[in-house]
């Protein structure tokens, strides 16, 4: 015989126990009262999950349509860059002083090597997809916020590092610039935001009790 789809919540009615769905839909509510389904309730974690998939979706998608308003790229988005070309140059400056910046464009004196910090080169993205993670994550707001922090400075840390060596593959090895521009360090930093964001889970991303994640939010 197979088993009764639905349990009676209680055992009224002459200690009737148990009635299969067709017999609920054929009897009467005095032969079949209240029933209670068997199956188990959905587990807290899942909504945790897909509310912070929902978030990161929504700052991802926010964070991108800012920047493609052209006052954000001619505003702070183009200032940046030449930040990022002056502190290239300063980072370069010990070892080298034949090096000189002009706006967002390294080059070296002599002309025989140069790059220019543009969009898609100046690590912002992948910064903004990482920010989008960590504040979407149900954590302690200072926890977030610090998070966001260290990924970007770890980010434009090792960006800085990639400007000065694509401006030295430039001169000394061309034929290995494209190589190592499109695919060596964009992987590199990628990495470089993964491992910080896995890192950051290790210290905040410990399971909680449901009602503390939903006080959270």
């Known amino acids: 015989m197979a088993p009764p789809l639905f349990t ?8 009737v126990r148990n009635c299969t ?73 010990p070892f080298r002083d034949d090096v000189n910046v002009a706006g967002r464009v390294l080059s070296f004196a002599d002309g025989r090597g140069a790059v220019a910090v543009a969009g898609g080169c100046n690590g912002v993205e992948v910064c903004l997809i990482m920010s989008a993670a960590l504040l979407a994550f149900p954590a302690p707001i200072l926890a977030r916020i610090g998070g966001v922090i260290v990924c970007i400075l770890s980010i434009q840390a090792i960006n800085l590092i990639r400007i000065a060596s694509l401006l030295f593959l430039a001169r000394y090895a061309h034929d290995w610039f494209e190589f190592f521009h499109t695919y060596v360090w964009d992987a590199v930093i990628l990495l470089d935001a993964i491992l ?17 994640i939903v006080a959270q939010g």
Do not use: H, M
């Open 21 to 93: 769905l067709e017999q609920a839909q054929r009897s009467s509510f005095k032969k079949c009262p209240v029933l209670k389904s068997k199956k188990t309730a959905k587990n807290p974690a899942d909504a945790v999950a897909i509310a912070f998939g929902i978030k990161f979706v929504v700052l991802a998608l926010l964070g991108v349509g800012v920047l493609a308003i052209p006052a954000v790229d001619t505003g702070i988005i183009a200032p940046f860059n030449d930040v990022l070309a002056r502190a290239a140059g300063w980072l370069i400056s």
């Open 196 to 212: 910080i964001f896995f890192l950051w889970l290790r210290l905040y991303g410990k399971p909680k009790p449901a009602a503390a």
């Open 8 to 15: 009676l919540a209680s055992q009224p009615y002459g200690g």
